[in-house]
């Protein structure tokens, strides 16, 4: 690889990568995605994978109102440098945000599954979490996928009660409802085996 070359390439990814967080600055988080994305993209290619892009990619799909983007890029920023409060700081943003948007979709909406995808991949999911995954791939009808997440659950607490109750809706071949505004698992499994008037006031 030519040295001199690379070094052109390298400070062209500078001023992109300073362009898009200006973008992020003045609150054109689209704009500064499109920039950084090709500034992320050629770095690959030269060899030079940064945190600091990775970061600001994060931060401009957390503006954009996309948590599965944000989770992504932000774990990746923390993978190749965890140390620089910034990015620990816009993690905890990141997961807030993202935890919002959970709470607003229906159960058959499939970013459920990307964004607990994405809070898994930086250690910030939790059973229940997985659980309103395997809920929402039991809508589907998706049984291994939704036993895989029961799985996931399992593995962060092995004697979760609400996950075991969850295998064994889905084993019965019955679609498992997560409860998400009222947790009482044992209501979800009522409701599982459709009987939805229990544990109603």
């Not at 957390?62 to 932000?74: K, M, T």
């Not at 895989?148 to 679609?175: C, S, W």
Request: hydrophobic share 40%.
């Amino acid at each position: 690889m030519d040295r001199d070359l690379r070094r052109k390439k390298l400070e062209e990814i500078v001023e992109k990568v300073a362009d898009g967080m200006r973008l992020n600055q003045e609150n054109r988080p689209d704009e500064a995605k499109e920039v950084l994305r090709e500034a992320w993209n050629e770095g690959k290619v030269w060899q030079c994978t940064s945190a600091l892009i990775a970061w600001q990619l994060a931060v401009s799909y957390d503006l954009l109102g996309e948590p599965s983007g944000a989770l992504r890029f932000i774990s990746e920023s923390l993978r190749l440098d965890p140390f620089p409060a910034p990015f620990r700081a816009s993690c905890e943003i990141i997961v807030a945000n993202a935890r919002r948007k959970l709470d607003q979709l229906e159960i058959s909406d499939p970013g459920i599954a990307g964004i607990v995808r994405g809070l898994a991949r930086i250690g910030a999911a939790n059973p229940d979490d997985h659980l309103l995954a395997a809920s929402h791939y039991s809508e589907r009808e998706l049984e291994c996928e939704a036993l895989a997440e029961v799985d996931e659950a399992l593995k962060l607490d092995t004697e979760y009660g609400p996950a075991e109750m969850a295998r064994a809706a889905i084993l019965t071949g019955l679609r498992w409802a997560a409860p998400r505004s009222k947790h009482n698992p044992a209501v979800a499994f009522a409701q599982a085996l459709g009987n939805s008037t229990i544990g109603e006031a």
